[in-house]
């Protein structure tokens, strides 16, 4: 994905299919491609679910395609440990918790 320039924005669990034994990610409906590298790429538009979005987009910061690595991080250690890192009720309090690790 990342290599035909394109970020998903919306990585979680509802969003990934298993066909054969084969995960494939789904929903691209928040994609968006990038004409320039995605490295290099800047953007500041809000999306994605918000336990698994980078800290980059709950604070309406800039992000590039690092945000689709970290949402997969969140969801290898929902995996691991049944819980996400930060459980949260609201958006601020689980952006302090981001903040406080």
């Known amino acids: 994905m990342h290599s035909i ?10 969003n990934i299919l298993l066909d054969n034994g084969i995960y494939k990610i789904c929903d691209y409906g928040l994609s968006s491609v990038a004409i320039a590298n995605p490295n290099s790429m800047r953007m500041l538009s809000s999306v994605g679910s918000p336990l698994y979005a980078a800290p980059e987009i709950l604070k309406n910061k800039q992000y590039n395609s690092n945000i689709d690595v970290f ?3 969140i969801m290898i250690y929902e995996a691991l440990f049944t819980m996400t890192p930060w459980p949260a009720r609201s958006l ?6 981001q903040q406080n690790k």
Do not use: C, F, Q, V
């Not at 320039?5 to 509802?14: C, G, S, T, V």
């Not at 601020?92 to 918790?97: A, D, N, V």
């Open 92 to 97: 601020p309090e689980l952006i302090k918790k």
């Open 71 to 73: 949402s997969t991080g």
């Open 5 to 14: 320039n394109m970020l998903h924005r919306d990585i979680k669990p509802a």
